[in-house]
């Protein structure tokens, strides 16, 4: 399906072989974690644990491009985590991809919709070309609004870092940081 930043390969994260079939249909290795999609700071606080700059960061930049990497609560588990603590979670800015979400009540994979390594999905047309025999169905909206991955940042430590670069700029995230 689509999101603001590129197509994202979805499965509800509480389904274990839905989520193994994620892995399978990108080619991505088991023990790397996959991002996921929630609706809001609400369920991302059921999920992971956020402390005040996590919540800064989510307060400025969700709904958009940010994915946060937290601490996951203990009592959330989810095969998306490759068996790890941390989790990414973003609320991604698009009307369809929250629709999902709320559809499924519960957080879904976010991840790009092509193989691990390929170039990014900006469009359903890039989503058949390269995983589009593995999958149910592709929900074409059009181009990817944005088109450029989100920017990861960890907050898992004591200052944040970003993990990788995206549409929303290093000076951005550091001037929430300080707000």
């Not at 005040?52 to 989510?58: E, F, W």
């Not at 609004?145 to 670069?165: F, H, Q, Y």
């Amino acid at each position: 399906m689509p999101s603001d930043t590129l197509y994202a390969l979805c499965a509800a994260a509480g389904d274990a072989s839905a989520v193994h079939r994620v892995f399978e249909i990108k080619g991505r290795q088991e023990g790397r974690p996959l991002p996921l999609f929630v609706s809001d700071l609400a369920m991302a606080e059921r999920i992971g644990v956020f402390d005040d700059g996590a919540r800064l960061l989510a307060a400025r930049f969700w709904p958009g491009p940010l994915t946060i990497v937290v601490t996951r609560q203990l009592e959330y588990v989810s095969e998306a985590l490759a068996g790890g603590d941390t989790v990414g979670l973003r609320v991604p800015d698009s009307t369809i991809a929250r629709a999902v979400i709320a559809g499924v009540d519960d957080a879904v994979t976010g991840t790009s919709a092509n193989l691990s390594g390929g170039p990014d999905p900006v469009s359903a047309e890039e989503v058949r070309r390269q995983i589009g025999e593995r999958l149910d169905m592709i929900l074409d909206a059009g181009a990817a609004p944005i088109g450029v991955a989100s920017t990861i940042v960890d907050c898992t430590g004591r200052d944040a870092r970003i993990l990788r670069a995206g549409a929303v700029s290093e000076e951005a995230v550091l001037e929430a940081l300080r707000a």
